[in-house]
Every structure is written in structure tokens, then in C-alpha cells.
């Protein structure tokens, strides 16, 4: 059975009048990649903030660990390394020298620590390298290295491949898997763009103006923007023999009113159309349908048009 690490129940905060976030309630299980999604002013980083204890809700609870009360999530937040805002480097120290600073600041015990922890984000080839001279993946990569100086059971990261190029937000997806699948370290991490949590994330939670849309497993979320090929035909059943039959086809739902949604032969309807018509099926339409991943964020939130 999956063990839940994090809730927040009915997490709100409002700064005046204005609800940064209303009533937000998360569930985080233990070994996830949980991605929350939402535009630039949605919530994510208040939302971070408050899991992580750099900032009080007006209203509404935290559950970390199983822990709720203050001096709990104290102890329960020692669990947790978080890479909200970047972290500031000293531009002319090399990652070593920078991570041996906060060691001694943070009082963690054992030089090793620094050398083990630039091996597990790949920075142990980076010598003498000074901070400034860093790639911004690089950057990104000592900042997670900063949250993960305490070992903790669960990493929160704001938006840590904004601004990375596509090369970089691989290498960083990559590492997260294997800190995941190798070290078992749950992760909730934000972006703006939906995609780019993709191939990484187990479940989404879509933030807009400080509400939670929905929460929706990796799985589900793939089966709900999958493409297929719409055909509105005379005679649903038939149809879909004769492609089983001709085309060998599998996957395919035969719903009401004589249409098929196949989830095959995308690229080729053609082959579709001639194998259906000369059976005397009447096509009456085709097309294919269905959202990607963005369109389909893009709908929760009503057309992206709000700001
Ligand atoms: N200290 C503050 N005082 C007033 N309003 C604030 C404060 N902090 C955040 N807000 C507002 O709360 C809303 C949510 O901000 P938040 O930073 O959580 O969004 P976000 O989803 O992380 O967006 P971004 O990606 O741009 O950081 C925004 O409208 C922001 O202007």
C-alpha cells in the first residue's frame, strides 16, 4: 500500500484581500515524482513555501511526515532539502568550496559528504571550475545539490529546469529519475510548462489563480491526451470487424451513434478509408482527434487566456 508523505488540507493564503492560494488540497505518496503545474502567478512557489515552512498559511494544514503540529514539522521538515528561490553561491568559490561552506554553516557532520553528493549530481568533473563560469544547468545542479546536503526522504524544487535548453532539461530530468528509482527520494517539483515534467512526473496536480484544477496520475493523464483517428461511419460493429479483420486492429472503441475512435493508423487513414468503403460501410467523417499535453493544461484552465 503506498504511503502518503504529504497532504495539505484546505491550504490557503491570502495576502489583503487576494487569495494566492484557496483551499488547496495535495497528496503526496512516498517514491513519487509529483508535478505541479501552473501559469507564472498560479501559486506553486507560495504553495512550496508553506510545505517547506518558509511561510505560514492563513488557513488550512500541512501533514508532513504524519506530522502536523509545529514542533512536529519542524522535525518532520528535517527530512526534506528544498530549492525554492536559487541559491546564492560565491561566484569565485568552485562547487566544492561552495558546498564545503554551507556543510560547516549547516553543521553536517563529515567532509565526504560534498564529495558524494557533486558525484550523485555529476558535478565531481567540475574542479576547479568557478561558480561564475558555470552553465545554468550547472547552477541548477549545485542548488539541488544544497537540498540534498541533509539526505532527505523528499526534495522540493521550484521550477529548476526554467530557463535550461532542451539538453538541459534532460540531463536534469535523468538525474531526477535516478535519484528517484536508485535512492527512493520522493519529489514534488513545479513548473510552468506541462511537458516538461513529462516522461518524469508519476502524478500532476494543475494549480490556477490559487486553486487546485485537478489531480491526475502520469498514467491517466497519458490515456486522457492520446491521439486517435475519429471515423463517424453507417455502421459501427461492421466497421470495426472489418478492421480487425483487414487491418488487424486492436486498439479501437466502438462508441454510440456509429463512431469509432482507433488508436491506431494515425499517420495512414487512408489505408483506413480503403479498406472500410469498398465493404459498403458509408464514411460519413474522419479525423483525427485528440489533445496533447499542453492543449490539454491549456483547457483545464479555460483556454489560457486569463492572466
Ligand atoms: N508577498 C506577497 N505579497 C503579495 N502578493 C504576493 C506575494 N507573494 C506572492 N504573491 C502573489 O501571489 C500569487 C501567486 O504567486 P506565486 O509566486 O506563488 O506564483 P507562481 O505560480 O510560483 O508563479 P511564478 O512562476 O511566476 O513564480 C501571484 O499573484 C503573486 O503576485
Not at 37 to 42: H, I, Q, S
Not at 263 to 283: M, W
Request: proline fraction near 3%; charge should be negative.
Amino acid at each position: 500500500m503506498s504511503t502518503t508523505l504529504l497532504k495539505t488540507r484546505g491550504l490557503t493564503k491570502k495576502y489583503g484581500q487576494f487569495y494566492a492560494l484557496h483551499d488547496v488540497d495535495i497528496a503526496v505518496n512516498k517514491g513519487e515524482i509529483y508535478g505541479l503545474v501552473g501559469k507564472n502567478g498560479a501559486g506553486k512557489t507560495t504553495l512550496l513555501r508553506m510545505i517547506s515552512g518558509q511561510a505560514m498559511p492563513t488557513d488550512g494544514e500541512v501533514e508532513l511526515f504524519g506530522e502536523t503540529t509545529a514542533r512536529g514539522l519542524e522535525r518532520a521538515r528535517h527530512r526534506t532539502g528544498a530549492m525554492i528561490e536559487t541559491p546564492s553561491f560565491y561566484p569565485y568559490l568552485t562547487a566544492a568550496q561552495n558546498l564545503e561552506y554551507y556543510r560547516i554553516q549547516r553543521g553536517v557532520a563529515g567532509r565526504k559528504v560534498v564529495e558524494d553528493i557533486l558525484a550523485q549530481v555529476e558535478l565531481d568533473k567540475a574542479g576547479r571550475k568557478k561558480f561564475k563560469d558555470f552553465s545554468l544547468g550547472m547552477k541548477q545542479r549545485l542548488g539541488l545539490a544544497l537540498a540534498m546536503m541533509d539526505n532527505p526522504d523528499l526534495l522540493i524544487l521550484d521550477e529548476p529546469v526554467n530557463g535550461l535548453d532542451p539538453t538541459g532539461i534532460v540531463e536534469f530530468r535523468n538525474l531526477l529519475l535516478r535519484l528517484s528509482h536508485e535512492r527512493g527520494i520522493t519529489i514534488l517539483i513545479s513548473s510552468h510548462i506541462l511537458s516538461e515534467l513529462a516522461n518524469m512526473a508519476t502524478s500532476f496536480g494543475f494549480l490556477d489563480h490559487g486553486a487546485l484544477l485537478q489531480q491526475i496520475a502520469a498514467e491517466e493523464l497519458q490515456k486522457r491526451c492520446r491521439q486517435y483517428v475519429e471515423l463517424v461511419v453507417s455502421d459501427g460493429e461492421r466497421t470495426a470487424a472489418i478492421l480487425e479483420r483487414q487491418l488487424h486492429c486492436e486498439e479501437y472503441e466502438v462508441l454510440p451513434g456509429g463512431v469509432i475512435h482507433l488508436y491506431q493508423y494515425l499517420d495512414e487513414p487512408a489505408k483506413v478509408a480503403s479498406a472500410v468503403v469498398p465493404e459498403g460501410i458509408q464514411l460519413y467523417s474522419m479525423e483525427v482527434k485528440g489533445s496533447n499535453l499542453e492543449d490539454y493544461f491549456l483547457k483545464l484552465i479555460g483556454g489560457g487566456d486569463r492572466v
